[in-house]
């Protein structure tokens, strides 16, 4: 019975790949006769980029056209569903379904429901039935190795043949293996804010991005791919990212770490000072310190707001309004009028300025006549000739300037005033200075900012200024934003992400045991919810880790126990015990090649040789970099092209690797009473996804020895 099974599935992939041809077939000669069927040249390119954009997904799909089926008895239609799913729904052109799309509403059957009665959401409402098939496959360049009806084997026994492969292929099959838990994140409504807090390889970079795929599935008919925007730690985690969206059928979505968005976002560019570029190892003081914490506070935020009122209040040049020594307004007349616009409909200082032309000019239209007078005056009584050419001149002049309400000439006032987002910023910590708070930190501070030399902690309040004079009308037509690795940013940075996105919803995902910022990051994701969402956002929890094997999972969680933290929870994967390797009386860098090639052998085909700090990756790069081909990841170095490389344990967050070596894991490095030193050992073992060894000269950091 099972060769016959086999048989008949092996032949409906063979036909359902042959109706993929046919499709793309159809869709080519749909192609060659664009200039027949449009005889619009803006309609024919879209309808072109569109059809090549279909062909291109088709051939894409062809080695693997779906991973899943579903036989579904629709108690009210009493008709029998037969679903195959794949990456992307397919019909012909005659709209019979080939394949239906895994963010379809049916398909969600396959990842939350069990053979029996079973129900699914629709457009149309609740649709209930019984579910009578749930079959996964596995095909491979076109053909069928295997297929697994999914009730009669263990979850565990399912996930393992995804969760064993090689790092590079790891998101790429990641539908295939999405579990029930994951599944009701992904497919949460565009309309709700969520939390995830999700330890180490629980899968939140890949929930998220398929939290966008459905979000842009489902959403098509209203929003375009770019009015959504993902949010990553660094230029890295971006580029590792990119090739991921195109492959779940997205294209268009915007991506950037904050440091690109805070540069986007004031239209202007510049380098970033990384506070854990110059951690010492030999100081466990973390470096981050009081001041940091402040800038990146909501206390901060509400004292540069008082700052700005009372900037606001002394802006406006004390002066008259005057066109060539002829007076327009008083300046009485331009204050009294600034100062009656009502801040709650005009929310910016700039809108507040655009509205104060408008109600101004009005006013200089009602005195036209009499300022043009008291120019002929000025024309008349001079006896000069070459004086009174002047001044007729002039008032040719101002009567054009008039004309259009003396729009210009209010303009041009109101340019007098300097809106430089940095020297107000200095004066913002200047007055900081003057209540007596960081008097030191803040005169180091300045002489930077003198230098152009930016932190992290520097951008969100730079932003704050530059909203509350400028707004963020080009943002408010995003729709939702996914931030990933946020357990990194601060209530400050939410809060002013919030208001730029005025328009957006959130998927904020994170891990608060893997936060190397302690004193510039939340503490707890409550913070988050009441003071900046007001309870508006709802918290959700993946704790299962499916990237690592139990045994690198139970090394790891050893520092989660020191922390404080809850344990994760490994899924049912062993492999290799981890390496502890004592380099005392040997030469590192043969160390180091000897188990990079013993994990090659493994099987791995991407590993990662991490370091505590950038000069401790400097110092290994340059035994080992004429050995072995060999890349190093740095902050301004984000390209990753090799299957080797080296970097510190904050620039690998978000990342995986099939193995990973940790350099000088030894008590004088890793202080275990030392939050950042824990967390970025946390980061670090975390990475791996089948083979981990640790380095250690003399004595092994205690805690790992404990059991």
Not at 198 to 203: C, E, L, R, T
Not at 593 to 612: E, S
Request: hydrophobic share 35%.
């Amino acid at each position: 019975m099972k060769n016959e099974e086999f048989l008949i599935e092996q032949n409906h992939l063979k036909k359902t790949i042959a109706d993929y041809e046919e499709v793309i077939s159809d869709t080519q000669l749909k192609l060659k006769n664009l200039s027949a069927l449009y005889s619009d040249q803006e309609r024919r390119i879209a309808e072109q980029e569109r059809l090549l954009h279909k062909v291109n997904k088709l051939e894409n799909s062809l080695k693997q056209p779906y991973f899943a089926r579903i036989d579904f008895y629709n108690n009210e239609s009493l008709i029998k569903d037969i679903c195959y799913i794949g990456k992307i729904g397919v019909t012909d052109y005659d709209n019979r379904v080939i394949t239906v799309d895994w963010r379809a509403p049916i398909s969600s059957l396959y990842y939350d429901s069990n053979v029996g009665p079973a129900s699914y959401t629709a457009p149309e409402g609740k649709i209930s039935g019984e579910l009578q098939l749930k079959r996964q496959y596995d095909i491979e360049n076109s053909v069928l190795n295997s297929f697994n009806d999914v009730d009669t084997v263990s979850n565990d026994e399912i996930l393992k043949p995804y969760l064993s492969v090689s790092a590079d292929n790891r998101l790429k099959n990641i539908v295939a293996s999405i579990q029930s838990e994951q599944n009701v994140i992904i497919r949460e409504p565009i309309g709700n804010n969520l939390i995830i807090q999700g330890v180490a390889g629980s899968g939140k970079t890949t929930v998220a991005l398929h939290h966008i795929a459905y979000l842009v599935y489902n959403n098509r008919d209203y929003y375009d791919a770019n009015q959504y925007i993902v949010i990553g730690p660094n230029k890295f985690f971006v580029d590792y990212i990119s090739s991921v969206l195109p492959d779940l059928d997205v294209d268009g979505v915007k991506q950037f770490d904050f440091v690109d968005f805070a540069s986007h976002y004031l239209n202007t560019n510049f380098e970033i000072k990384n506070s854990l570029d110059n951690f010492n190892a030999s100081n466990p003081k973390h470096p981050d310190d009081d001041f940091s914490y402040y800038r990146t506070s909501l206390e901060f935020q509400k004292f540069i707001k008082e700052y700005m009122k009372s900037f606001e209040e002394n802006m406006l040049p004390k002066s008259d309004l005057e066109y060539k020594n002829i007076k327009i307004l008083d300046f009485s007349e331009i204050e009294k009028e600034y100062y009656s616009i009502n801040k709650n409909t005009s929310d910016t200082i700039s809108k507040r300025i655009d509205r104060a032309i408008l109600l101004l000019s009005k006013k200089i239209d009602d005195k036209k006549t009499d300022i043009l007078n008291k120019s002929l005056k000025n024309v008349l009584k001079e006896n000069n000739t070459n004086k009174q050419k002047e001044n007729a001149k002039n008032n040719q002049s101002l009567k054009k300037e008039l004309d259009a309400s003396g729009t210009n000439i209010l303009k041009r006032y109101f340019k007098k005033i300097k809106f430089n987002i940095y020297d107000i910023y200095k004066n913002v910590l200047i007055e900081v200075k003057s209540n007596n708070k960081f008097a030191c930190e803040i005169d180091i501070k300045l002489n930077e900012l003198k230098k152009g030399i930016i932190e992290f902690e520097d951008l969100t309040p730079l932003m704050y200024i530059y909203y509350i004079i400028n707004g963020a009308e080009e943002f408010k037509n995003y729709r939702h934003v996914v931030i990933d690795e946020a357990q990194d940013y601060n209530l400050f940075t939410f809060f002013m992400l919030k208001k730029i996105l005025s328009n957006s919803t959130f998927s904020i995902y994170g891990d608060l045991a893997q936060s190397l910022y302690s004193n510039r990051s939340v503490n707890s994701w409550d913070d988050v919810i009441e003071k900046v969402f007001n309870n508006n956002i709802s918290i959700k929890y993946l704790n299962k880790s499916y990237r690592t094997t139990i045994e690198i999972m139970t090394e790891a969680n050893k520092i989660n126990k020191q922390l404080g933290y809850s344990l994760a929870e490994p899924v049912i994967r062993h492999g290799a015990n981890v390496q502890y390797i004592n380099t005392v009386q040997k030469q590192i860098s043969n160390v180091i090649l000897n188990q990079i090639d013993y994990m090659k052998k493994q099987g791995c085909k991407t590993i990662a040789i991490i370091g505590k700090t950038p000069k401790e990756v400097d110092n290994i790069y340059n035994k080992i970099m004429g050995k072995i081909n060999i890349e190093k990841i740095t902050s301004k170095n984000y390209k990753f092209s090799n299957d080797i490389c080296i970097t510190t344990g904050y620039l690998s967050k978000g990342l995986e690797f099939d193995g990973v070596i940790i350099l000088n894991v030894n008590n004088s490095n890793y202080n275990k009473k030392n939050e950042l030193d824990m967390k970025l050992l946390y980061v670090s073992m975390t990475r791996a996804l089948h083979e981990l060894s640790v380095l250690y000269s003399d004595d092994l950091l205690n805690i790992l020895i404990s059991n």
